[in-house]
Protein backbone atom coordinates (compact mmCIF):
# COMPACT_ATOMS: atom_id res chain seq x y z
CA UNK A 1 0.00 0.00 0.00
CA UNK A 2 1.66 3.37 -0.70
CA UNK A 3 -0.22 7.01 -0.33
CA UNK A 4 1.60 10.48 -1.80
CA UNK A 5 0.38 12.86 0.63
CA UNK A 6 1.21 16.81 0.62
CA UNK A 7 1.69 18.06 4.02
CA UNK A 8 0.71 21.76 5.55
CA UNK A 9 4.13 22.71 4.84
CA UNK A 10 4.15 21.48 1.14
CA UNK A 11 6.75 18.53 1.57
CA UNK A 12 5.27 15.64 -0.17
CA UNK A 13 5.23 12.69 1.91
CA UNK A 14 4.90 8.89 0.80
CA UNK A 15 2.94 6.45 3.09
CA UNK A 16 3.49 3.07 2.37
CA UNK A 17 2.59 -0.25 4.06
CA UNK A 18 4.54 -3.84 3.74
CA UNK A 19 3.38 -7.07 5.26
CA UNK A 20 5.74 -8.97 7.27
CA UNK A 21 6.00 -12.69 6.94
CA UNK A 22 7.63 -13.05 9.83
CA UNK A 23 7.71 -11.60 12.98
CA UNK A 24 9.76 -8.67 13.84
CA UNK A 25 11.97 -9.82 17.06
CA UNK A 26 11.60 -7.41 19.81
CA UNK A 27 14.00 -7.89 23.40
CA UNK A 28 10.60 -8.50 25.31
CA UNK A 29 9.77 -11.48 22.79
CA UNK A 30 13.61 -13.26 22.67
CA UNK A 31 12.84 -16.19 25.19
CA UNK A 32 9.82 -16.81 22.37
CA UNK A 33 12.45 -16.62 19.85
CA UNK A 34 14.23 -19.97 20.66
CA UNK A 35 10.90 -21.82 20.31
CA UNK A 36 10.52 -24.99 18.03
CA UNK A 37 9.72 -22.77 15.30
CA UNK A 38 7.08 -24.30 12.71
CA UNK A 39 7.37 -28.25 13.50
CA UNK A 40 4.32 -28.14 16.59
CA UNK A 41 1.82 -26.73 13.47
CA UNK A 42 3.67 -28.97 10.76
CA UNK A 43 2.84 -32.02 13.09
CA UNK A 44 -0.86 -30.61 13.94
CA UNK A 45 -1.70 -30.29 10.41
CA UNK A 46 -0.55 -33.96 9.53
CA UNK A 47 -2.57 -35.18 12.79
CA UNK A 48 -5.53 -33.49 11.03
CA UNK A 49 -5.30 -34.66 7.59
CA UNK A 50 -4.95 -38.05 9.05
CA UNK A 51 -7.73 -37.90 10.99
CA UNK A 52 -9.88 -36.84 8.07
CA UNK A 53 -8.53 -39.53 5.95
CA UNK A 54 -9.59 -42.49 9.14
CA UNK A 55 -12.74 -40.71 9.05
CA UNK A 56 -13.43 -41.01 5.52
CA UNK A 57 -12.44 -44.42 5.61
CA UNK A 58 -14.44 -45.48 8.08
CA UNK A 59 -17.32 -44.07 6.82
CA UNK A 60 -20.08 -47.06 5.83
CA UNK A 61 -20.76 -47.06 2.22
CA UNK A 62 -24.71 -46.49 3.09
CA UNK A 63 -23.99 -42.65 4.79
CA UNK A 64 -24.89 -39.61 2.94
CA UNK A 65 -23.53 -37.17 4.45
CA UNK A 66 -24.70 -33.14 3.84
CA UNK A 67 -23.16 -30.61 1.77
CA UNK A 68 -22.95 -28.13 4.83
CA UNK A 69 -21.08 -30.80 7.16
CA UNK A 70 -18.15 -30.10 4.17
CA UNK A 71 -18.93 -26.55 4.25
CA UNK A 72 -18.20 -26.58 8.26
CA UNK A 73 -14.94 -28.73 8.01
CA UNK A 74 -13.16 -26.55 5.41
CA UNK A 75 -14.15 -23.56 7.15
CA UNK A 76 -12.51 -25.08 10.73
CA UNK A 77 -9.71 -25.95 8.48
CA UNK A 78 -9.32 -22.99 6.94
CA UNK A 79 -10.49 -20.41 10.08
CA UNK A 80 -6.00 -20.84 11.93
CA UNK A 81 -4.52 -19.98 8.16
CA UNK A 82 -7.15 -16.83 7.41
CA UNK A 83 -6.80 -15.81 10.82
CA UNK A 84 -2.64 -15.81 10.39
CA UNK A 85 -3.13 -14.18 7.39
CA UNK A 86 -5.14 -11.04 8.50
CA UNK A 87 -3.17 -10.51 11.64
CA UNK A 88 0.41 -10.47 10.26
CA UNK A 89 2.43 -7.46 11.16
CA UNK A 90 2.58 -4.55 8.85
CA UNK A 91 5.77 -2.00 8.81
CA UNK A 92 4.26 1.12 8.21
CA UNK A 93 6.80 4.21 6.37
CA UNK A 94 6.24 7.35 6.11
CA UNK A 95 9.39 9.57 4.98
CA UNK A 96 9.97 12.86 3.05
CA UNK A 97 12.41 14.14 0.77
CA UNK A 98 12.04 17.21 2.61
CA UNK A 99 12.73 20.46 0.53
CA UNK A 100 15.77 22.66 -0.74
CA UNK A 101 14.80 25.49 2.29
CA UNK A 102 15.43 24.80 6.13
CA UNK A 103 12.92 21.69 6.32
CA UNK A 104 15.24 18.45 6.15
CA UNK A 105 14.15 14.65 5.44
CA UNK A 106 12.08 12.68 7.54
CA UNK A 107 11.53 8.93 7.90
CA UNK A 108 9.17 7.92 10.39
CA UNK A 109 8.70 3.98 11.43
CA UNK A 110 6.26 1.63 13.02
CA UNK A 111 4.29 -1.29 12.97
CA UNK A 112 0.88 -2.31 12.97
CA UNK A 113 -0.77 -5.32 13.52
CA UNK A 114 -3.75 -6.39 11.37
CA UNK A 115 -5.38 -6.08 7.64
CA UNK A 116 -7.87 -4.05 8.35
CA UNK A 117 -6.21 -2.07 11.07
CA UNK A 118 -3.32 -1.02 8.71
CA UNK A 119 -5.79 1.07 6.66
CA UNK A 120 -7.28 2.60 9.22
CA UNK A 121 -3.93 3.42 10.50
CA UNK A 122 -2.22 4.71 7.13
CA UNK A 123 -5.31 7.06 6.35
CA UNK A 124 -5.01 8.53 10.10
CA UNK A 125 -1.08 9.10 9.46
CA UNK A 126 -2.22 10.76 5.95
CA UNK A 127 -4.80 13.15 7.38
CA UNK A 128 -2.37 14.21 10.13
CA UNK A 129 0.63 15.38 7.44
CA UNK A 130 -1.76 16.88 5.67
CA UNK A 131 -3.05 18.97 9.28
CA UNK A 132 0.04 19.33 10.73
CA UNK A 133 2.96 18.36 8.35
CA UNK A 134 4.04 15.63 10.61
CA UNK A 135 2.87 12.19 11.62
CA UNK A 136 1.06 11.84 15.05
CA UNK A 137 3.60 11.15 17.73
CA UNK A 138 0.30 9.15 19.96
CA UNK A 139 0.71 6.81 16.98
CA UNK A 140 2.64 3.57 15.97
CA UNK A 141 5.40 6.01 13.70
CA UNK A 142 8.10 6.82 15.50
CA UNK A 143 10.90 9.19 13.89
CA UNK A 144 14.04 7.04 12.22
CA UNK A 145 17.42 9.54 12.34
Known sequence: MNR???????????????????EPVTA????HDLAAR???????????VLLGVVLLLWTPGGVQVPAWVFWGLLLLVLFFPL???????WTVVAETEG?????????????????????????????SIEKHSLPDFEGPLQPVD
Open 38 to 48: YTPGVFMLCLI
Open 99 to 127: DSGELPAERWVGTVRGLFYVRGEMSRIAR
Open 4 to 22: AVTGADGREWNVRGQMEWA
Open 28 to 31: NDFE
Open 83 to 89: RWAWRRP
